[in-house]
């Protein structure tokens, strides 16, 4: 007989992750009940993944576990938010206990790391869709938005961009003339489909980043949400976007592409004034690199080799207009 919807919930999500001192009741009610600590607040994000728009069927169940937690991680770092608690609602076409033990494995694993627990959920019949709903504490005060660079000020990524933009394109079949050797592949795929959340530098930078995002959408799309939101521009040298060794095999203009437009790699994108860039954590500057600063004229500047090159930032992927 088929496993029933509560049956799976207790078999594979009920026990999957931590039990933490701050929630009063989790899986098994209407509702998770949860404490939140005196003088901070919570931050809410969602994000949705569906087959075939954001992973391809062949993609591991358990990968999809980590994925789908490390996008939300991934915008709680964006706002210095310490991840907590996230809800699951999942729709599947079939019930299929391989599928639900590796998927399940998957998203503990990485929910372990951030000592975070599932506390509920939703569990329905149809075309396989993941939404993690992620919930951090933050003290506001010392919260990133997107709103406060200010021109002067340096912009600073996390990470090299543009692997998990080379991934997907080597997935939908191209990149194959340029000679990329098994590791580089799996290092590109990997960057796609295991991103690892910045949640150590975002929890590091609050208090003392201007502003900061999450690279999803790729870094002129994303920057470009700091700089709207900011009223300010920004002045952004090609030469000093970090790059993996793999995706330095590319021809430069097309890695640089990648690193500028593509998506999926989770890295941040943050501004730091010079005094804050005097305060910060010595091995947390260790692992940033600043790639140009905010100026007052809106839109982004491309520089290579001193040279204007672009000044029109591409917009992201948008689910409704391309
Ligand atoms: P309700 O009918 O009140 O919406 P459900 O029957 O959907 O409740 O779920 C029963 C309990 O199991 C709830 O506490 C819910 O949060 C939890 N739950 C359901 N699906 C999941 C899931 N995929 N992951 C974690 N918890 C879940
Ligand atoms: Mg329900």
Known sequence: MAQSEFSIIKQYFENSTIKRSDVELGIGDD????????????????????????????????????????????????????????????????????????FSVGLSKLAKQYQVQLVGGDTTRGPLTISIQAHGLVEPRSALTRKGAQVGEHIFVTGTLGDAGAGLQYKLGHLHEFGLSNSDVEFFISKLEMPSPQVEIGQALRGIASSAIDISDGLLADLGHILEQSKVGAKISTDLIPLSESIKILPKELAIEFALTAGDDYELCFTLSDEALRILDPDIRSRIT?????????????????????????????????
Do not use: R
């Open 290 to 322: 600043k790639i140009g600063v905010i100026t007052e004229q809106s839109g982004i500047e491309l520089l290579n080799n001193g040279k204007e090159i672009m000044v029109t930032p591409k917009a992201g992927y948008d689910h409704f207009t391309n």
């Open 31 to 102: 509702c998770a009940l949860l404490k939140c600590p005196e003088h901070h607040v919570i931050a809410v994000s969602i994000d949705t993944l569906v087959e075939g728009v954001h992973f391809f069927s062949d993609v591991s169940p358990e990968t999809l576990g980590h994925k789908s937690l490390a996008v939300s991680l991934s915008d709680l770092s964006a706002m210095g938010a310490k991840p907590a608690w996230i809800t699951l609602a999942l729709t599947l076409p079939e019930h299929n206990a391989d599928w639900l033990n590796a």
